[in-house]
């Protein structure tokens, strides 16, 4: 079984600060994990994967995320905030021995305030 | 180059109709999967394909909802007996192979059951 809970539900930062988006997963066997962004009227693109090789993961747009077994967590984080960045963020897990279903987590709506 | 298109983007239909989605994937991509979007919700999954099989629909919420992929490209999610419920954005997604790999999804069809 797996599971994906995103901590909240919406975040607000003012452009220029730090982004910190926060994931827990659950999951029986060695997990695959990702992030996807959607932004309004747009389709889901992912913007990072870890898939068991270095625990911090880099991805598009300065986002990256660090992969902690001990705290079973995958919190996405970006140094400093574009207006561009507002969008709903969802975690996702996936596990190599069913790695065609995939979980979402229910999302979290960032804002970016000028 | 193309990426993956749903048809139609919205869809509207009564109570107890019968409505069937579309996907087409990227070219060359193996795997394909769907899901379905409730507001305020991440992605549920519903079914992936490998080639033309299904390897897993254990998403697939009750049997008024099949989905088939005769050649291993074009998919149709089929729902019979539409109920308000259903009322949902259906995304479609393809991937290169099942294995933790980025899915690249569509804009996904809004169907709504009056």
């Known amino acids: 079984a797996q599971s994906v809970t995103q901590l909240d539900s919406h975040v607000s930062v003012s452009e220029g600060t730090p982004v910190l988006l926060r994931c827990n997963y659950s999951s029986s066997y060695s997990p695959s994990l990702f992030w996807y962004v959607q932004h309004p009227n747009k389709g889901l693109q992912l913007l990072l994967k870890y898939t068991s090789a270095a625990t911090l993961v880099k991805g598009i747009n300065g986002f990256e995320a660090e992969f902690k077994k001990s705290e079973t967590s995958f919190h996405l984080t970006k140094p400093s905030a574009h207006m561009s960045d507002a969008a709903e963020y969802f975690c996702v897990v996936s596990v190599n021995t069913n790695a065609g279903k995939s979980t979402f987590g229910d999302g979290t709506t960032l804002t970016v305030k000028p | 180059g193309a990426g993956v298109s749903q048809t139609p983007s919205n869809k509207v239909t009564e109570k107890g109709k019968y409505v069937e989605l579309r996907c087409d994937p990227i070219?060359?991509?193996?795997?394909l999967y769907w899901y379905r979007q409730s507001l305020g919700q991440g992605p549920e999954f519903l079914i992936y394909?490998?080639?033309?099989?299904?390897?897993?629909d254990s998403g697939l919420p009750n049997d008024r909802f099949f989905a088939v992929r005769p050649e291993g490209s074009v998919s149709t999610l089929k729902i019979q007996r539409t109920e308000r419920g259903d009322s949902a954005v259906y995304l479609c997604a393809s991937s290169l192979r099942p294995t933790a790999n980025e899915q690249f999804f569509g804009p996904g069809t809004r169907l709504t059951v009056l």
């Open positions: 394909f490998q080639g033309t099989g299904a390897a897993d």
């Open positions: 070219s060359g991509h193996t795997a």
